[in-house]
């Protein structure tokens, strides 16, 4: 088992910043790519942002893409999504999310919520105008 934990979320004005933790533990030799996927309400979870662990290779969403910097701690063990000019359409609950499987150089451009095995309980970000 893989355990993701969320951290950060709060309430921001508009053109403000957050940083979003997530502390991965258990198993976790195998969760090659994690990512931070959001969901608003009435709408589908989408995908935000990918990371290859072992080097550090990301892939964006383009709502993410120049604002949004995913990054993994030198322990591996902490997951975290640094968000800057944040706008009200960013609010929604933001979700950690760990794939259990592929190989430690695979592709880093998994963007279904199905591509992923294990999910945090989530953190509400809300960016008011």
């Known amino acids: 088992q893989v355990h993701l934990v969320e951290s950060g979320g709060g309430l921001v004005q508009a053109g403000g910043s957050l940083r979003l933790s997530c502390d991965v533990s258990?198993?976790?030799?195998?969760?090659?790519?994690m990512g931070w996927f959001r969901q608003a309400p009435g709408k589908e979870r989408e995908f935000v942002a990918s990371i290859r662990r072992s080097d550090g290779s990301t892939y964006y969403a383009d709502s993410a893409k120049g604002r949004f910097t995913i990054s993994r701690a030198s322990a591996l063990n902490t997951i975290t999504l640094q968000m800057n000019s944040l706008k009200p359409e960013d609010t929604a609950v933001y979700y950690c999310?760990?794939?259990?499987?592929?190989?430690?150089?695979?592709?880093?451009?998994?963007?279904?919520?199905?591509?992923?095995?294990?999910w945090g309980q989530g953190t509400q970000v809300t960016v008011s105008s």
């Open positions: 999310a760990a794939r259990n499987e592929g190989s430690i150089w695979g592709p880093v451009r998994w963007v279904r919520p199905s591509d992923y095995t294990y």
């Open positions: 258990g198993r976790t030799f195998s969760t090659y790519v």
